[in-house]
């Protein structure tokens, strides 16, 4: 029976298609992009087509698999279960839930998927990572400068006369943004591309600036120092909305051009000019990325970058604002986390798990649970966090493959695709939330995390308290703050549906949800957190370590690959995804090593090495080394082997490029 239904992508990705899903004889044959959305429609990207690869996979895990001697066997459901009960009963007697470290990630973002902390929550709260791997210092920044975090719709883009994409490349992570960028280009907007590489992106830019990684917050600053002083100003928006103008005047006088040039090595008057381009060519839409935070000054960066469109006005008119993210949805839905059964808490930082989860003390981790999370090749200093698991006398695994987090485990659990079950799926970068409807049963014996953790709340005698609904009855319990807004599950049911509560202009009325009510320069909460109530150009970590250097002289960046979101599709049916990871160097830092393009070559830091094969390319500015995170360690990849555990100035931000390494060639001789 040949069938379509109704469905979304459940990936952490700004864009969260709307699908159309193919069935043939119970199998999901093909996705297309369905043309019901309205920012999305038509097209999709590899990573969906990577959905199907990896429902089929033969390598896919669809039974319960318990490690016995170091080997994996398959098991069943019933001794899993008990498994778990056993281990958590005697670890809850002796140690209480705080001896349980659980990490739930983003793998798939339905609404449905929190029903693993809802369960340690019920059992009164685990220990959990602290802070945030992804955009957290950003966020906390523009909480400060903001008070809440907005973004404008994408097809208000199109009314913006410059558009600076700041370390941000959609053309390799936010693919159906583009289309609006085109759009505003071809209406005459100049578009500036603000990276020390040169991504895809570049080729919708009309100027391409690249700064030395790690120091846009001296550029930012620079660029303010040119408005104030050629009074490229919206007075009217400052006296009126802005808090701290006289405080920042006095910082931005010491940050010239000159200045910044010899920090960022990006010439002065091309700062003047840029300064100029945002200043006068109004409005100026700001499209920030996430790898300009991911530094120890990272939270400052993106304060200093805010503080360009308050100079200048760009903020509550069409075509402007500085766009980071949103949270609008979370306003208007419950959440089933369960946040509200817990009596203890105790984190560790995301950026320290490393060497947490040793030090935890009183009591110490004696298990780990880990769901829609890959920690051992996401989380920094992955050999040292290996080492840590080891530790840890009982861990589970829920996932689809045995990757490298999985390998570490003692209990492997299958879980159901989303493909497998329904759900609804918002965003936090659009206007848009759709409902994806199940497609076909789940696989073998795989199980949705409902099944599972309400499962494991009754074996615990806390069904009542965990809550024993169906799908369906969850469903309408998260979306019921919308029904007022005359939302409810039918309307999710019929297509895409538009967020009530989101703006098409981000800060349009000028109240903002900071302490005075202004947007402001100067922020207490800043000063509380790190020192400083006003944007600058914060400390570098390792990157600015001048002893450091002499032993890792290059900077080690480690962006998102294209074609898999993060380590979730370098699976082992899609070695098509290159075998070895890619070493991506300028000719000048290869020619001094006498490395050629296909050698090998070993990347090493303080905290580990791996081995890649070099490409030189005048893309990457000359001081750096360049590979693309994801590819799995039992693959021979793993770029966190090579990350130290560095925590970002604000927000408990996770700062992976904050990082020097040193390259050699690999030289077959040397090994003994
Ligand atoms: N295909 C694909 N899409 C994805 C993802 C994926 O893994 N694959 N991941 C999703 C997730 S979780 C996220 S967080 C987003 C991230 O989306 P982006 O922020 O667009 O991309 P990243 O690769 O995280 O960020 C790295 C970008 O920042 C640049 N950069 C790094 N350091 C600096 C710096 O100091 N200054 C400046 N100006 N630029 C710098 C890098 O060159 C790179 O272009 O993408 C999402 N979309
Ligand atoms: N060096 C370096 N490291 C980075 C980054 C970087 O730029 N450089 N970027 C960071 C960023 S921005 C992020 S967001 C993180 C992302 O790190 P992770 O959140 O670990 O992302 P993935 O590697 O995609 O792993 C998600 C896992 O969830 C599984 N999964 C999918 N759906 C489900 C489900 O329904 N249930 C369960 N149980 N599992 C499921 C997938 O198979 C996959 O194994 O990585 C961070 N790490
Ligand atoms: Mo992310």
């Given at each position: 029976?040949?069938y379509?239904v109704n469905?979304?992508?459940?990936?952490?990705?700004?864009d969260?298609?709307?699908?159309?899903?193919e069935?043939?004889?119970?199998?999901?044959?093909?996705?297309?992009?369905?043309?019901?959305?309205p920012?999305?429609?038509g097209?999709?990207?590899?990573?969906?087509?990577?959905?199907?690869?990896?429902?089929?996979?033969?390598d896919?895990?669809?039974?319960?698999?318990?490690?016995?001697?170091?080997?994996?066997?398959?098991?069943?459901?019933?001794?899993?279960?008990?498994?778990?009960?056993?281990?958590?009963?005697?670890?809850?007697?002796?140690?209480?839930?705080?001896?349980?470290?659980?990490?739930?990630?983003?793998?798939?973002?339905?609404?449905?998927?929190?029903?693993?902390?809802?369960?340690?929550?019920?059992?009164?709260?685990?220990?959990?990572?602290?802070?945030?791997?992804?955009?957290g210092?950003?966020?906390?920044?523009?909480?400060?400068?903001?008070?809440?975090?907005?973004?404008?719709?994408?097809?208000?883009?199109?009314?913006?006369?410059?558009?600076?994409?700041?370390?941000?490349?959609?053309?390799?992570?936010?693919?159906?943004?583009?289309?609006?960028?085109?759009?505003?280009k071809?209406?005459?907007?100049?578009?500036?591309v603000?990276?020390?590489?040169?991504?895809?992106?570049?080729?919708?830019?009309d100027?391409?600036v690249?700064p030395?990684?790690?120091?846009d917050?001296?550029?930012?600053?620079?660029?303010?120092?040119?408005?104030?002083?050629?009074r490229?100003?919206?007075?009217?928006?400052?006296?009126?909305?802005?808090?701290?103008?006289?405080?920042f005047?006095?910082?931005?006088?010491d940050?010239?051009?000159?200045?910044?040039?010899?920090?960022?090595?990006?010439?002065?008057?091309?700062?003047?000019?840029?300064?100029?381009?945002?200043?006068?060519n109004?409005?100026?839409?700001?499209?920030?990325?996430?790898?300009?935070?991911?530094?120890?000054?990272?939270?400052?960066?993106?304060?200093?970058?805010?503080?360009?469109?308050?100079?200048?006005?760009?903020?509550g008119?069409?075509?402007?604002g500085?766009?980071?993210?949103?949270?609008?949805?979370?306003m208007?839905?419950?959440?089933?986390?369960?946040?509200?059964?817990?009596?203890?808490?105790?984190?560790?930082?995301?950026?320290?798990?490393?060497?947490?989860i040793?030090?935890?003390?009183?009591?110490?981790?004696?298990?780990?649970?880990?769901?829609?999370?890959?920690?051992?090749?996401?989380?920094?200093?992955?050999?040292?966090?290996?080492?840590?698991?080891?530790?840890?006398?009982?861990?589970?695994?829920?996932?689809?493959?045995?990757?490298?987090?999985?390998?570490?485990?003692?209990?492997?659990?299958p879980?159901?695709?989303?493909?497998?079950?329904?759900?609804?799926i918002?965003?936090?970068?659009?206007e848009?939330g759709?409902?994806?409807?199940?497609?076909?049963?789940?696989?073998?014996e795989?199980?949705?995390?409902?099944?599972?953790f309400?499962?494991?709340?009754?074996?615990?005698?806390?069904?009542?308290?965990?809550?024993?609904?169906?799908?369906?009855?969850?469903?309408?319990?998260?979306?019921?703050?919308?029904?007022?807004?005359?939302?409810?599950?039918?309307?999710?049911?019929g297509?895409?549906?538009?967020?009530?509560?989101?703006?098409?202009?981000a800060?349009?009325?000028?109240?903002?949800a900071?302490?005075?009510?202004?947007?402001?320069?100067?922020?207490?909460?800043?000063?509380?957190?790190?020192?400083?109530?006003?944007?600058?150009y914060?400390?570098?970590?390792?990157?600015?370590?001048?002893?450091?250097a002499?032993?890792?002289p290059?900077?080690?960046?480690?962006?998102?690959?294209?074609?898999?979101?993060?380590?979730?599709?370098?699976?082992?049916?899609?070695?098509?995804?290159?075998?070895?990871?890619?070493?991506?160097?300028?000719?000048?830092?290869?020619?001094?090593?006498?490395?050629?393009?296909?050698?090998?070559?070993?990347?090493?830091?303080?905290?580990?090495e791996?081995?890649?094969?070099?490409?030189?390319?005048?893309?990457?500015?000359?001081?750096?080394a360049?590979?693309?995170?994801?590819?799995?360690?039992?693959?021979?990849?793993?770029?966190?082997?090579?990350?130290?555990?560095?925590e970002?100035?604000?927000?408990?931000?996770t700062?992976?490029?904050?990082?020097?390494?040193?390259?050699r060639?690999?030289?077959?001789?040397?090994?003994?």
């Open positions: 029976m040949t379509t469905s979304a992508c459940p990936l952490d990705c700004p969260r298609c709307s699908f159309v899903v069935v043939e004889n119970q199998q999901v044959t093909k996705v297309t992009g369905s043309k019901s959305h920012l999305t429609g097209f999709v990207c590899s990573k969906a087509k990577h959905q199907v690869a990896r429902q089929n996979s033969p896919r895990v669809t039974k319960p698999l318990i490690k016995r001697n170091g080997a994996w066997q398959p098991t069943d459901w019933e001794t899993a279960y008990s498994l778990i009960k056993e281990k958590l009963t005697g670890i809850l007697e002796n140690h209480g839930p705080k001896a349980i470290l659980h990490f739930s990630g983003g793998g798939s973002e339905g609404l449905l998927q929190s029903f693993d902390q809802r369960f340690f929550n019920v059992l009164g709260g685990p220990t959990r990572p602290s802070g945030c791997v992804c955009w210092s950003g966020l906390r920044a523009q909480e400060y400068d903001f008070g809440a975090v907005y973004f404008h719709s994408w097809s208000d883009l199109v009314n913006a006369r410059t558009i600076i994409l700041w370390g941000r490349d959609p053309m390799v992570t936010n693919l159906h943004i583009v289309p609006f960028i085109k759009e505003a071809a209406k005459g907007a100049k578009v500036v603000i990276n020390p590489l040169e991504v895809e992106s570049v080729q919708l830019a100027y391409h690249a030395r990684p790690g120091t917050g001296a550029l930012a600053m620079a660029m303010a120092h040119v408005l104030l002083a050629e490229e100003l919206d007075m009217d928006f400052i006296s009126d909305h802005v808090y701290g103008f006289e405080e005047v006095k910082r931005a006088k940050c010239s051009p000159q200045w910044a040039q010899e920090i960022t090595g990006v010439p002065a008057e091309r700062i003047r000019e840029l300064a100029l381009l945002y200043g006068k109004k409005p100026g839409a700001i499209l920030l990325g996430y790898g300009l935070q991911r530094y120890s000054n990272g939270g400052q960066t993106i304060r200093a970058i805010d503080a360009l469109a308050a100079l200048t006005g760009n903020i008119v069409p075509g402007g500085v766009n980071y993210g949103h949270r609008y949805w979370k208007v839905i419950n959440s089933l986390a369960g946040q509200e059964f817990v009596t203890e808490t105790r984190t560790i930082p995301f950026a320290k798990m490393a060497s947490g040793a030090a935890a003390q009183d009591p110490p981790i004696k298990a780990i649970f880990v769901s829609k999370f890959n920690p051992i090749t996401q989380l920094p200093d992955s050999n040292l966090l290996k080492q840590a698991f080891r530790g840890v006398e009982f861990k589970v695994v829920l996932d689809f493959f045995l990757n490298d987090s999985a390998e570490e485990a003692d209990l492997f659990l879980v159901a695709t989303s493909f497998e079950q329904s759900d609804i918002l965003n936090s970068w659009n848009y759709l409902y994806a409807e199940q497609a076909i049963p789940p696989r073998g795989a199980k949705t995390e409902l099944e599972i309400s499962r494991l709340a009754g074996e615990f005698g806390l069904q009542d308290k965990f809550g024993t609904y169906s799908r369906e009855e969850w469903l309408q319990l998260a979306i019921e703050p919308l029904r007022e807004l005359g939302i409810n599950l039918e309307t999710f049911k297509g895409p549906v538009r967020c009530p509560i989101f703006e098409q202009v800060w349009e009325d000028r109240k903002f900071t302490p005075s009510g202004k947007y402001e320069l100067f922020s207490a909460g800043a000063a509380e957190e790190t020192g400083d109530p006003l944007p600058g914060g400390a570098l970590g390792p990157l600015g370590d001048e002893e450091l002499r032993e890792y290059l900077q080690l960046m480690t962006p998102h690959p294209k074609f898999s979101l993060h380590s979730s599709f370098f699976t082992p049916d899609l070695q098509d995804l290159p075998n070895h990871p890619i070493l991506r160097l300028h000719p000048d830092e290869g020619k001094g090593r006498y490395l050629a393009k296909g050698d090998r070559a070993i990347v090493e830091t303080s905290v580990g791996m081995m890649a094969v070099v490409e030189l390319t005048a893309g990457v500015r000359p001081g750096m360049v590979i693309l995170e994801g590819s799995w360690i039992k693959d021979g990849g793993g770029v966190n082997r090579l990350i130290s555990q560095v970002a100035d604000m927000g408990g931000g700062a992976y490029y904050d990082c020097r390494c040193q390259v060639k690999y030289n077959i001789d040397s090994i003994e």
